[in-house]
């Protein structure tokens, strides 16, 4: 247990579908993060939020939008999604990103997603 | 952000030590080098972290050479549970983590 909760940890949606995933970390963390991982391919840095702002999007397509509405929750909103972006989605957090603290980043146990 | 460069996968006999290696050759003065692994359709697990010195926690032992040019994750008594995906990453501050391949270890009985 990392103390970074996501959910759901399996998802099957259709390509018209809208769903979100959601991520709690309960670290005391202020920087957040959204990777994705397909099938043996390593991990891309998807989305960065710290303090609540995002700071980075690293060309990810407009039907992924991320929402993090404080320090604690990370959103993740889906929406005609296409069958290649099906992945496992992971979250992580960290104490801080460029200032003094520690950047080490933990990560929760991600969500399959399985768009058909 | 440096590179870095591990081997596809090792093997490793359950009680005996795990030495994972990995050249950063390009690493810069300050840059960490940290650990994670990654047991199948798991979330990433930190492990370890350093900048120059060698550093010990209860999961593992992190060996930098002192011209920082490569590491070594020892895992001390291997379980059958440590079988994973190690990731070997240099991170500077304020930048991404970058995730490589990484070296896929299987521990045998």
């Known amino acids: 247990e990392t103390g970074v909760t996501q959910t759901p940890r399996h998802l099957v949606m259709g390509m018209t579908n809208k769903k979100s995933l959601k991520c709690e970390q309960h670290?005391?963390?202020?920087?957040m993060y959204w990777y994705k991982q397909s099938a043996k391919k390593p991990l891309e840095l998807m989305f960065v939020?710290?303090?609540?702002?995002?700071?980075e999007n690293n060309s990810v397509p407009s039907r992924f939008s991320p929402e993090c509405p404080n320090s604690s929750h990370l959103f993740l909103h889906l929406h005609t999604l296409q069958p290649e972006d099906s992945a496992l989605y992971l979250c992580?957090?960290?104490?801080?990103?460029?200032?003094?603290?520690?950047?080490?980043?933990?990560f929760g146990p991600g969500t399959r997603l399985l768009v058909l | 952000d440096a590179k870095t460069t591990q081997p596809p996968s090792m093997d490793c006999a359950e009680g005996r030590a795990a030495n994972l290696p990995c050249n950063h050759s390009t690493i810069s003065g300050n840059e960490y080098v940290y650990w994670y692994r990654q047991i199948h359709s798991q979330g990433p697990q930190y492990i370890i972290h350093g900048l120059k010195n060698n550093e010990t926690n209860e999961m593992a032992s992190l060996i930098i050479t002192e011209d920082r040019k490569s590491s070594t994750l020892i895992l001390p008594h291997a379980t059958l549970r440590d079988t994973a995906v190690y990731y070997c990453i240099v991170l500077l501050r304020n930048n991404d983590m970058r995730f490589g391949a990484g070296t896929r270890l299987t521990v045998k009985p």
């Open positions: 939020y710290n303090f609540k702002e995002q700071t």
């Open positions: 670290l005391g963390h202020n920087a």
């Open positions: 992580a957090s960290s104490q801080a990103r460029g200032t003094s603290g520690d950047e080490t980043q933990y």
